[in-house]
């Protein structure tokens, strides 16, 4: 399948050195605005439908044993915030250095942006289940498979947070690697080095749902520090780079 470009009368074609062989590998490109548009809805709705599931205390009940009651709702909205604020950090990082889109980036965006979208169930399931271990065991608080229901819900969290983790290491990955997507050179560097610590950082994302198999409030708290790190480490590499750009030679 071939994508079309739309251009603007005698706008020039950036992509002619990067595809020599002629305009059948350019005919591939697209702009860059739809997919940063499409993705900035995307994650602004999947944090919007992350409230929804804060409950207010009703009832007769005091107002603070009902908030009380309500934490760990709180914990799994703060973890989902702070990772897909990361991802939407890493993901505008990422279109800063690039200048078009092919099919597989877009396609590769589109699964990032599946998991981004699923966050919302598996954070509920989350929320509603943790600490559920605490409570007498029935056939409704075990699986099939004989683990608590707590760290089920926890582990399948981790893998939606993990499978989206790699998604964006694989969308930088690609936006790296393949000619003519990258703004130059350096920018292509630049995105080479950044898929390097998105790697790093799902294999640490991976490790932390495994974690959830045997100490389900520990991973969830793994969770929070991990996503707190995808907020805080794109953040430092841009004040660095700042830096070493005002400092003169």
Not at 145 to 157: C, D, K, Q
């Amino acid at each position: 399948m071939h994508w079309s470009i739309r251009r603007k009368p005698d706008t020039a074609d950036t992509s002619i050195a990067a595809f020599p062989e002629g305009a059948g590998a350019r005919a591939r490109l697209l702009p860059t605005g739809r997919l940063e548009a499409f993705s900035d809805a995307v994650f602004a709705i999947a944090i919007t439908l992350l409230v929804l599931e804060l409950h207010v205390p009703t009832g007769q009940e005091a107002l603070v044993k009902g908030l009380e009651h309500e934490w760990p709702r709180y914990l799994g909205y703060f973890v989902s915030f702070a990772f897909i604020g990361g991802v939407w950090i890493a993901h505008s990082n990422m279109t800063r250095f690039i200048k078009a889109a092919d099919p597989a980036l877009m396609r590769l965006n589109l699964t990032l942006l599946l998991f981004v979208s699923f966050l919302p169930f598996t954070t509920a399931i989350a929320a509603t289940h943790l600490f559920v271990s605490s409570l007498p065991f029935t056939h409704h608080t075990v699986t099939q498979a004989g683990l608590p229901a707590e760290r089920v819900a926890v582990v399948v969290f981790g893998l939606n947070l993990t499978l989206a983790a790699l998604m964006v290491y694989l969308v930088i990955r690609h936006a790296g690697r393949t000619p003519g997507l990258a703004a130059d050179d350096m920018a292509e560097e630049e995105l080479q080095a950044f898929a390097k610590e998105r790697r790093a950082a799902t294999l640490l994302q991976g490790g932390a749902a495994v974690v959830g198999a045997f100490l389900p409030v520990t991973a969830v708290i793994f969770y929070l520090a991990i996503s707190v790190l995808y907020i805080v480490e794109p953040l430092r590499h841009i004040r660095i780079r700042i830096r070493r750009a005002t400092v003169p030679e």
